[in-house]
């Protein structure tokens, strides 16, 4: 196919230069570094019209009147053709676009940028854009499917990957080229070129060969290659038939296949052998425009394809054989000429290209060292060949079936191959290939081997220097080493004791493992083993005085740190990377191929200790949709985790099963898109992510030294940005992140019991303030649920809570609940309580738990013993002390509860005194409590009634009605008081150290009493109506009007109204009806014992008098809580 390379012309400055035609072949148009955008009318047009886009311009596509173009401000620009108005801008990426292209139609424009990114944009509607992430390195160039299903991307991560445009998804993906960090450095652009119209085939550059991938099946089908051609192929376009394909090298040369009989109908050379980095064809078929990395533009013409275009009649096509074979014999008469050298202006006919290795290379026999082909039949009368001049121009050939272009050559015998059936189900992926955890790839010239918590080792292989350094980040540890690296060592680990490395084999050399012990005694601190031949390493780690390595040969060889081989065991799959931490070692593999860009991973968790056990055993290991492993390793407490390529982090949880929980995504603190932090560690206490930020890339680079920044973690629950979901959060973290004491202790390893206790301690308070929020929400069964998780003494402080929120029905249920756990901790603690201390502590806390709620649940009790007195002191005091902290901010009622938890859970407080012998000034009965402290009577009364609602109403008492006496129990706090010393003359004598037959004792009478509550006397009801409440006094006064304003209403609704109005009194009337119900029988009780009575209104006589001194003492602060003092009631 002789042709005629016109001179170049001077386009645009040094730099990338790009070149197409219009549709209606009237313009040149190219686009080079100076930012212009020229438009020659032919080469040579000595006065070009042109377009400034910007500073530079990278790329631009022409369709439909419509110029777009990727300039150096990263913008995607539209213009108007050929006016060149700008039109506005189609989209925008975080650096500039190397790369764009138009659809088929002119509907779509794809284009492809230095941030990773692809972008399809519709040309009408620019805020329609679907975005393709994967890439993983800057795009080299985008192309789209002809049928519009498809796209085809390039990248320096060394892939070329076909989307699903709709789906956004990658369909296949094949690690075909050399990987580098910028598109500068590429060897080659790699412009990939879809067959147009039939789209039968993809071209894709691939060092100096053009892979052709069938659609549909995506299998590699051919490779056209040339031996003239020596350095790597830079772009590729198709003739607009489809049959022929043009391709252009970093070296200059140009060279024209014809792609069914894969020989190569044309070369041409570039003159001043500059590389070719623009490729087009005219629509007619007939000419080529090129240009250079120079800004220059030059011009194949009299190609002569254009025989093959549509516009061309069918009885053109057809040639007789006779024809066809005259088409060669006017260069005959040049075969000499031609077989001296290569011609300026023409060049040599086609030669056959052998797409298979193992073809028969008999033919090159016959082809001289131009290509030029002197015996035409003895290249076609082959094997494959049937007939040497039964040749022809097929309309079908080349093309589906119901495209009715493009023409082939073909055997007209050879009748055509049964169609293969088209798989459409979903592709495999491209298995993730195994990686050192903290390691940065290998082809970086400059890279680190290994980053943890330990230290770092970097790797160094440039002209200059072949050498490894190793820094340890606490020199204590060792000194920094510099180590010359003449194995090429690829792999490293470092921990505590040692340095391992590992390199892989060559043809003359095994796969070699060396390790530094440093830490050894001994004078010889170095080993080295080389592996069976030909199995090489793929992953290696180092644990507490072992090592293990990770094989191609899917085994794992274990060594101790020494040197000694202790096992070594199959893997089930190829592994895809391996950590150690202390005992345990992970693995992780490939357990079966990924389809749709998934990657089916398998994890296996061993632990050597005195006891080898394995934890996990091919479990998958779970990634985000279309994502690989980035990094794994263990915190430094010693719980696995991972990173996917997603950015997000997984912990394994111990206590679900040794399920993985996503506890953070670091993609949301990246401010760009092309932005990544590359892990370093993770730690559980305190809750730290150490992380290297790497602006625009994926890795950092060694110098200089990139700075860690610690990144907090978060649990990916719903509605994070409510109160309830935040304090959700918080918990969940709290305790997945604290699993791993219960681990170390079972590991027989010590653990930081303060630590755990403050974990414990956060834990109570995140529940608190969840189960306040709850029933500030009224949601009393998520109530209930919070309840569930707390501990006894947060129970009860959650009673307390509920009670003075009046929710009757909720502080029931907690006190049946917490009855129910202290039961069913009595059932299970050993019957032998006094042969050791703890079996006493055991008991306590049970003790505490069982009194606390027979002491809500029975308050009706009006006759105890002497020694119930003293308890029910210890138990006024420690009331007193708890309200005091509750009418505090609320960190003081967070603290409270927590207060004595790591020593003893018996009775939280905030002063840990002994109380055994001394007066109680805060001890309260009826209404000296109401002053002291209101609020806690109110809602210990309210839980007191609610108890006690499922009791009989004893006779007698200021209620009336028998019926309606449960509802009139919370009126008085002295039965919850006497009910209270049962449980505090039990823990409190017990802080004493005093018998236990003494604290039992009235606890057994106590639940006994509690079963069958016995009516009270008239004598001792009488005596206990002495010391009234102020309300009582109240309401006794005021009871006439109100039932005269509501006669209808029974005795509960008549407290209740009364209730509400003793409320709307000021703090000073209350005060005043106080005093008033407190005087007289003060005074009386001081007659009674000066007669030396010593019955037990006596009894309540000097404990009264001591409350009035509680008051005065009190009296101040009490004043800001003085509204709940309308709950402190006495039963009467």
Known sequence: MPCERKPMRYGHSEGHTEVCFDDHSRFIVTCGNDGDVRIWESLDDDDPKFITVGEKAYSLALKNGKLVTASSNNTVQI?????????????????????????????RVAAGSSDFLVKVVEVSDSSQQKTLRGHEAPVLSVTFDPKEDFLASSSCDGSVVVWNIEEQTQVVSWPLLQKTNDVSNAKSLCRLAWQPRAAKFLAVPV????????????????????????????????????????????????????????????????????????????????????TDTEGCLGLLDGLGVSTADASVPKAAVKKTVKDYDALFDDDDDDDRVMDEGLSDTSSPVKKRVAADEDEDDEDDVLIPSTGRVRNRGAILDDENSLDTGSLKLGPDAFRDDDDDTGSAVVPRSVPLAPPRPVYEGPMPSAPQKAFQSGSTPAHLTHRFMMWNSVGIVRGYNDEQDNAIDVEFHDTAVHHAMHLTNSLGHTMADISQEAVLLACS????????????????????????????????ARALCLGAGWAAVATSTLMLRLFSIGGVQRDIFSLPGPVVCMVAHGE?????????????????????LLQFGRRKRQIMNGEPLPLSLRSHLTWLGFTAEGTPCYVDSDGVVRLLNRSLGNTWTPVCNTRETCKSRSDHYWVVGVHENPQQLRCIPCKGSRYPPT????????????????????????????????????????????SGYEIDEDGQSRSQKEQQELLMKMFALSCKLEREFRSVELAELMTHNVVTLAIRYASRS??????????????????????????????????????????????????????????????EEQGQELGEEEDGQEMETEETPESRKRVNPFAKEAVSPVMPSLTPIGKVGRSNPFKVFGSGKASAASGQNRGTNILDNMASSRKSAPPGGSAGKPGKGPVLKPLAPRPKSKTQSTLLQMTGTKTANKKPQGSTEPAADQ????????????ADDSDNKRPKTGFQLWLEENRKSIVFDQPDMEETDVIREAMGRFRTLSAEDRLAWTERAKGPSGDDLKKRKRAGGED?????????????????????????????????????
């Open 79 to 107: 213009h108007t053709f050929p006016d060149g108005e700008p039109d506005g801008i189609l989209t925008r990426f975080t650096t500039n676009a190397t790369h764009v292209t138009f659809n088929s139609s002119g509907s």
């Open 207 to 290: 060092d100096t060969k053009v892979h052709l991938y069938e659609r549909g099946t995506w299998d590699h089908v051919s490779t056209l290659t040339d031996d003239l051609l020596t350095q790597p192929v830079n772009v590729v376009a198709w003739s607009p038939c489809g049959q022929f394909l043009a391709a252009g090298s970093v070296g200059g040369a140009l060279t024209l296949w014809d792609v069914s009989s894969k020989l190569c109908v044309e070369r041409q050379k570039h003159e001043k052998g500059f590389t070719v980095c623009g490729l087009a064809w005219h629509p007619s078929g007939s000419q080529i425009a090129y």
């Open 505 to 536: 084999s060559t043809d003359e050399l095994a796969s070699k493992l060396q390790c530094l012990h440093f830490s050894s005694w001994d004078t010889n601190k170095e080993w080295m083993v080389d592996l069976p031949a030909g199995e090489d």
């Open 584 to 604: 345990q070692l992970l693995i992780v593999y490939h357990r079966a191929t990924g389809f749709d860009g998934e990657q089916a991973l398998g994890v296996q």
């Open 703 to 746: 110098l200089p030294r990139p700075a860690v920044a610690i990144l907090p973690f978060k649990l990916p629950l719903c509605q994070t940005a409510t109160e309830k979901g935040q304090m959700e959060e918080q918990f969940l973290r709290s305790v997945l992140f604290h699993n791993h004491y219960s681990f170390l202790s079972s």
């Open 806 to 867: 009046r929710r009757m029905n909720l502080a029931q249920r907690l006190s049946d609940m917490a009855l129910e756990r202290a039961n069913q901790i009595q059932e299970e603690e050993p019957e032998e309580q006094d042969q050791e201390p703890e079996h006493k502590a055991i008991r306590r806390n049970s003790g505490y738990d069982q009194s606390e709620v027979t002491g809500g649940r029975h308050s009706n009790r009006h006759n105890q013993e002497e020694e």
């Open 1007 to 1018: 639940r006994k009493q509690a079963e069958v509550p016995p009516p009270a006397s008239p």
């Open 1096 to 1132: 037990v209104g006596g009894e309540n006589g000097r404990e009264e008098a001591e409350e009035n001194d509680a008051k005065k003492k009190k009296k101040k602060p009490l004043d800001s809580a003085s509204k709940l003092s309308a709950f402190a009631f006495d039963k009467n």
